[in-house]
Every structure is written in structure tokens, then in C-alpha cells.
Nanobody, 121 residues
Framework: QVQLVESGGGLVQAGGSLRLSCVASGRIAGPYGMGWFRQAPGKEREFVAG????????RYEDSVKGRFTISRDKAKNTAYLQMNSLKPEDTAVYYCAAAPTALIARDYNYWGQGTQVTVSS
């Protein structure tokens, strides 16, 4: 079993920045892709960004391209989401996810508990 723990959420004004972290622990065997999702009140959970095992391929949801950056540190079993130029519509609970693949995953097996990001206007 793999456990994922997010941190770094909080309250920020529009235009500000936050950096989310996700630490993976437990029975991690083999390569795994990681991703970030978010869920705003009254909306379905949506994909935000994904990264492959080696960290050289990334994918982003259109609304965050150019503002958010996903990265990972394999030595620390940690993924990051740097969020710049935040907008009120970015307000959501952000979830980290992992999947047993070296690629950018389509489906994820493991999920964190989520961290709240609130952007005030």
C-alpha cells in the first residue's frame, strides 16, 4: 500500500503563489507516475497536472498551463506543484495521486487526503 500526504495549501490573494508538496511512503515497488487533481465545491474532481517517473514529461490542464509547474524529487519520494498567478477560480481541495507506471498515468491507484487552497479576490 502506498500512502500520500499533501501539504502546502492555504489562503492566498489573487496573483499570489503557493507550492504544494506530496510525500509518498509505504510499499513503493517500481516506478510510479504522479499527478495532481482538484475539486471545487459543487464540481467534479478534475485533472490538474501529471508527471512521469523520470520527471522529463509533464502534462497540464489547459487553464493552468503557464501558471502551474509539476515536478518531483525521486530521492525524496516527493512531488510538487508550484502554483503562480493564482486566481479565485483555482480555489479547491487539491489531491495528490500516484499510479504504478513509468509514464504519465491515465488512471491513479493511490490518493492523498487533500489540501485546501483558497484564493481571495
Amino acid at each position: 500500500q502506498v500512502q500520500l500526504v499533501e501539504s502546502g495549501g492555504g489562503l492566498v490573494q489573487a496573483g499570489g503563489s503557493l507550492r504544494l508538496s506530496c510525500v509518498a511512503s509505504g510499499r513503493i515497488a517500481g516506478p510510479y507516475g504522479m499527478g495532481w487533481f482538484r475539486q471545487a465545491p459543487g464540481k467534479e474532481r478534475e485533472f490538474v497536472a501529471g508527471i512521469n517517473w523520470s520527471g522529463d514529461y509533464t502534462r497540464y490542464e489547459d487553464s493552468v498551463k503557464g501558471r502551474f509547474t509539476i515536478s518531483r524529487d525521486k530521492a525524496k519520494n516527493t512531488a510538487y506543484l508550484q502554483m503562480n498567478s493564482l486566481k479565485p477560480e483555482d480555489t479547491a481541495v487539491y489531491y495528490c495521486a500516484a499510479a504504478p507506471t513509468a509514464l504519465i498515468a491515465r488512471d491513479y491507484n493511490y490518493w492523498g487526503q487533500g489540501t485546501q487552497v483558497t484564493v481571495s479576490s
